[in-house]
């Protein structure tokens, strides 16, 4: 038998000739990418470690001993302070306002970019998703007088309704956007499939769209329910009652009431990210798939 001899792959080299491999400068690249992630890794994470292990100091140990170390005598008491401090009706306030907003924009929104798809021929719906392109150009800060005379002419001011309404109009664009370029991707052949078997646009809209768009529908609703959740612009001009306040807003009054107690303002501050955090555990890998699906394009 004929032996077998094998060279060397040869290295990819510069089209110059002479020079570094071009795997040893991917290499010494990644080595640089690498250093510079866990650099911004630990940016992110030495102001999260001070507000979790300041949150469980006593006043007087917060003043008293390193900011950095770990409490040498944890307390519960800045959290059971912030709790005894209305903040469960502030919480639940949140949440009202968070799913009246991601439930009904994420509906409309998946309609609409369902018709955007599905209507490509047609001029209305094409001047509708330049309609809602648009609304990506409109900041919140350049529309907060009309909204506020809008909301005390519908007599809804001091009310949860007041946050509801305008948060779904903001949300509505961006989520058009990704849903259309979701939709987008799914193949017409099963479209026509279901039209041939007879099913209607609404049972293509249910049965098919749908289930194929979760990983889009779970980016848009955890996206615009942090944008409602962190949300503190609209909660200071539409509300004024303390039973109406959000997190965002009860949070900048526990600073104001708690000063000089920076210990309580810290448990605070992780009651309140605690909730998002949870969320974006539970949802992770179906917001990362449908983000790069979506602003890929």
Avoid: C
Wanted: aromatic share 10%; net charge positive; glycine share 8%.
């Amino acid at each position: 038998m004929a032996a077998v001899t094998s060279e060397p792959r040869a290295t990819a080299r510069p089209a110059g000739g002479g020079g570094v491999p071009i795997g040893r400068k991917l290499l010494r690249m990644n080595w640089l990418g690498g250093t510079a992630g866990w650099l911004w890794l630990v940016i992110v994470l030495v102001p999260l470690y001070w507000i979790v292990v300041t949150s469980f100091k006593a006043q007087s140990a917060y003043f008293s001993q390193n900011p950095f170390a770990p409490p040498a005598d944890p307390t519960l008491d800045n959290y059971r302070l912030v709790i005894e401090s209305d903040f469960p009706r502030y919480f639940l306030n949140s949440v009202i306002v968070a799913a009246g907003t991601v439930i009904p924009a994420g509906a409309i929104a998946f309609m609409a970019a369902y018709a955007i798809v599905r209507g490509a021929g047609s001029r209305f719906l094409g001047l509708t998703n330049g309609l809602f392109l648009m609304g990506l150009a409109i900041p919140l800060q350049a529309t907060i007088i009309p909204v506020y005379l809008l909301i005390i002419r519908m007599h809804l001011y001091d009310s949860l309704l007041a946050l509801i309404l305008p948060s779904i109009a903001f949300a509505i664009p961006l989520s058009v956007l990704v849903l259309t370029n979701f939709i987008r991707d799914v193949p017409k052949e099963l479209f026509e499939s279901m039209r041939v078997d007879g099913a209607s646009e609404w049972d293509m809209l249910r049965k098919l769209a749908l289930p194929l768009t979760q990983p889009a529908l779970v980016t848009v609703g955890i996206y615009n329910g942090l944008a409602v959740w962190n949300g503190f612009l609209l909660p200071l001009i539409l509300t004024q009652s303390p039973d109406k306040r959000t997190l965002p807003l009860a949070l900048w009054t526990f600073q104001g009431q708690y000063s000089v107690n920076v210990p309580a303002v810290l448990a605070s501050v992780v009651l309140t990210t605690l909730p998002i955090v949870v969320l974006y555990a539970i949802g992770r890998r179906q917001l990362l798939s449908g983000l790069t699906a979506g602003f890929s394009k």
